[in-house]
């Protein structure tokens, strides 16, 4: 599935789960940082059909922050570089830039397209990978989206609030299916711990 079908399918979700989202264009002047950070081709595919963001995306506990294109540049503040000072940020892998968060865990794209996510407090960023690019992120957000929201009304746990197993079993059937080992256990982690 290219950028486009991908697209046409997340913004189908976003409004089947009535989730607020605007679609913006790569401006002229973000367009060389934002080229380097998803690469030329998906900026074609983003002026061509535009890129869904702005999005609070209901999680298990909070809301995954999924940014707009307009935040992409601000996005970086606390990670690549000292939102006080403008420094970069020593401890932060400059080939990693943040397009989401959640409670303050940044998902990020490497400069090869790989999506990864890390969590914050842990004295060094260890990036565990989410995704092989950018539309298979995207299409496990849209698969969550539909699973946690419209499935089960974001009602998945049990009486002591925790998630049972069998959540979990489903979220590995119908949600990472798709993925390789590494990315479901990430993703499992990133989802439910």
């Not at 999680?59 to 940014?67: I, R």
């Not at 698969?143 to 009486?159: C, G, L, P, Q, T």
């Not at 998630?163 to 993925?179: A, F, G, H, Q, T």
Request: charged share 25%; with cysteine; aromatic share 16%.
């Amino acid at each position: 599935m290219d950028y486009r079908d991908t697209f046409k399918q997340w913004v189908s979700t976003l409004d089947k789960c009535d989730l607020a989202y605007r679609v913006e264009y790569p401006s002229e002047n973000d367009k060389e940082y934002l080229e380097h950070i998803f690469g030329v081709d998906f900026i074609r595919a983003f002026k061509e059909v535009g890129y869904a963001g702005g999005i609070e995306l209901p999680w298990t506990a909070e809301t995954l922050s999924f940014f707009a294109l307009s935040e992409i540049v601000e996005a970086q503040a606390g990670y690549r570089f000292d939102a006080n000072t403008g420094q970069a940020s020593e401890a932060w892998d400059a080939n990693h830039y943040v397009i989401s968060a959640w409670a303050g865990d940044p998902v990020t794209i490497d400069v090869s397209g790989v999506v990864w996510f890390s969590r914050h407090g842990e004295g060094k960023w260890q990036y565990k990978r989410l995704a092989s690019n950018f539309c298979e992120y995207l299409n496990i957000l849209d698969r969550w989206a539909d699973f946690f929201v419209i499935e089960n009304s974001k009602d998945i746990f049990d009486d002591d609030f925790s998630i049972p197993k069998s959540i979990c079993e489903e979220v590995n059937k119908s949600v990472i299916n798709s993925l390789g080992s590494e990315e479901k256990s990430n993703w499992l982690e990133f989802l439910f711990d």
